[in-house]
């Protein structure tokens, strides 16, 4: 029912990786992210030919997840600029769905529980852009959690580390979908494609829903009131891993949703909803381009160090990267000029003729730098000192790590 495209993983470093300096600068979610142990090169959810046995480590019976977005305009909420968060559904693989599967975690008091372990940071994004058509934000984010938060096998409280507080599992999952709903932004590719919100246009789905596809790759789900005013877009993935930090495969909607095939409306958001505030834009304090990547960054290897301007691998300090683009689809450049992958091997530099484009894959609260849908890189060996070593995609040399894009 469903096609598998998928988004390489890779444990590359996960053992080195009890200190990883990347965190440390992470803008996404700043909050440290409670690591699952789980390898991300196994079958990803509802991809297994055998059973699984470790359900902490693989998604199971709600492997197909779905990033549910509102465009709420009666009454607005939220930005006028940008979609809101809804949830991240676990539905099992054949599209049906479980609730509400552990009453003894249905957690009151979200708000204090980010705040008490370390996620204000999310807990900020969350009052701007998870929002309750009627202000009741934290009645709405307790019904996400309790609702569909608890039914993720990956989150049971058994999974996370001994010791772990009370509560850390939804502080993970409210992390892990604020970081996932950065990386779709919806409004923007819509805009880029020239379909806005207008109280005349009308539009077709298969115009929006080819608009998303030709940036994000697949094809959403697009739900409306009374079947021609848009009013929800899904995105469905499987997962490689754990909830906790594993990998996001992105896959076609297997399912149509309720809107019509024309006749569309996207009405403009009033502007005048709770929480609307139309000049601000995704992202961490530093300027963004569409949906919460970062103009500049730096590119932080999982194990140790960073990339320098002509796209080695060194550690000594990092270069600052020029991204342009959404994160699906982005060019990257250096004080040398622009960054291609060439026989693959990453270069930037004058000589690069034609610029490669990279997609940017959420894990673990990070932004990681794929190449092909693959956030795999290789080298021959670590570098120390003034050692520079080039930076191969995939994992055919002795060395393999992954790339996060940390903001400036
Ligand atoms: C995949 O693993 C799950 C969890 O163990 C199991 O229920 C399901 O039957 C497996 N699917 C296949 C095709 O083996």
Not at 131 to 139: K, S, T, Y
Not at 140 to 152: D, K, L, P, Q, R
Not at 187 to 194: E, F, I, P, Q, R
Not at 380 to 404: R, W
């Amino acid at each position: 029912m469903r096609a598998a495209a998928l988004v390489l993983g890779s444990v590359a470093g996960s053992a080195l990786a009890n200190f990883n300096p990347v965190d440390a600068f992470n803008l996404f979610t700043r909050n440290a992210q409670i690591s699952s142990g789980c390898s991300t090169s196994g079958p990803a959810s509802c991809h297994n030919t055998t059973r699984q046995s470790n359900l902490c480590c693989f998604e199971s019976p709600g492997g197909l997840l779905l990033q549910t977005q509102f465009w709420d305009t009666n009454p607005s909420t939220g930005p006028s600029d940008s979609w809101t968060i809804h949830g991240l559904w676990p539905d099992n693989c054949d599209g049906t769905f479980t609730e509400n599967c552990d009453p003894s975690r249905a957690y009151t008091n979200i708000a204090s529980l980010l705040s008490a372990q370390g996620a204000s940071d999310t807990l900020s994004f969350m009052q701007e852009y998870w929002v309750d058509i009627n202000g009741q934000n934290e009645q709405f984010w307790e019904h996400e959690w309790s609702t569909h938060g608890t039914c993720y096998s990956t989150l049971e409280p058994s999974c996370l580390p001994s010791g772990s507080a009370k509560g850390a599992e939804a502080v993970a999952f409210f992390n892990t979908v604020v970081s996932l709903f950065k990386t779709l932004p919806t409004y923007d590719w819509l805009s880029s494609a020239g379909i806005t919100p207008s109280t005349s246009k009308t539009y077709t789905l298969s115009q929006i829903t080819s608009a998303v596809k030709s940036a994000h790759g697949f094809i959403p789900s697009l739900n409306c009131d009374s079947s021609t005013t848009i009013n929800q877009i899904s995105y469905y993935f499987n997962l490689k891993g754990s909830l906790l930090d594993g990998q996001f495969v992105p896959i076609d909607a297997p399912e149509k949703g309720t809107c019509a095939s024309s006749g569309l409306k996207y009405p403009p958001k009033s502007g005048s909803g709770s929480g609307s505030s139309p000049t601000t834009s995704a992202g961490g304090s530093s300027p963004t381009t569409s949906g919460g990547l970062p103009s500049k960054a730096h590119l932080q290897a999982s194990t140790t160090g960073g990339l320098l301007t002509a796209g080695t691998w060194s550690t000594q300090t990092p270069a600052t990267y020029t991204i342009s683009g959404s994160p699906s689809s982005f060019t990257l450049s250096t004080s040398k000029g622009p960054c291609a992958v060439s026989s693959g091997t990453l270069t930037c530099g004058s000589s690069v003729s034609s610029p490669s484009t990279f997609s940017a894959v959420s894990s673990g609260g990070q932004l990681l730098l794929a190449f092909q849908g693959s956030t795999s890189w290789t080298s021959d060996k670590t570098p120390s000192g003034t050692d520079q070593e080039a930076v191969f995609t995939g994992t055919g040399h002795s060395v393999d790590y992954t790339i996060a894009i940390v903001s400036t």
